[in-house]
Nanobody, 125 residues
Framework: QVQLVESGGGLVQAGGSLRLSCAAS????????MGWFRQAPGKERELVTG????????YYADSVKGRFTISRDNAKNTVYLQMNSLKPEDTAVYYC??????????????????WGQGTQVTVSS
């Protein structure tokens, strides 16, 4: 069992930055793929970015390429999401998710086994 705890959400003006953190605890292994999803009101949950802990492959949605960066700290079992040049359309609840034993970064939410509680990101115009 793996527990994921997100932090770092908040309110920011358009053009600003935020950094989200996802701390993993429990039975953590280096063979996990971890993703950041977001869900805006009335919309489906979508994968924003992800990283495979074992092969270092990453994925970025087109909407965030060049603005968001995912990184990891193996010693702390923590994944970060640095969000720059934020736009009002980035407003959503952001979730950290993990799945073990996959190659690359799974793209759909149904493929992930563990989820954090979510953190709200609000970007004002």
């Amino acid at each position: 069992q793996v527990q994921l705890v997100e932090s770092g959400g908040g309110l920011v003006q358009a053009g600003g930055s935020l950094r989200l953190s996802c701390a993993a605890s429990g039975r953590t292994y280096i063979s996990y793929a971890m993703g950041w999803f977001r869900q805006a009101p009335g919309k489906e949950r979508e994968l924003v970015t992800g990283i495979n802990w074992s092969d270092s492959r990453t994925y970025y949605a087109d909407s965030v390429k060049g603005r968001f960066t995912i990184s990891r700290d193996n010693a702390k079992n923590t994944v970060y999401l640095q969000m720059n040049s934020l736009k009002p359309e980035d407003t959503a609840v952001y979730y950290c998710a993990a799945v073990r034993g996959r190659v690359g970064v799974p793209l759909t939410s149904s493929e992930y086994d563990y989820w954090g509680q979510g953190t709200q990101v609000t970007v004002s115009s």
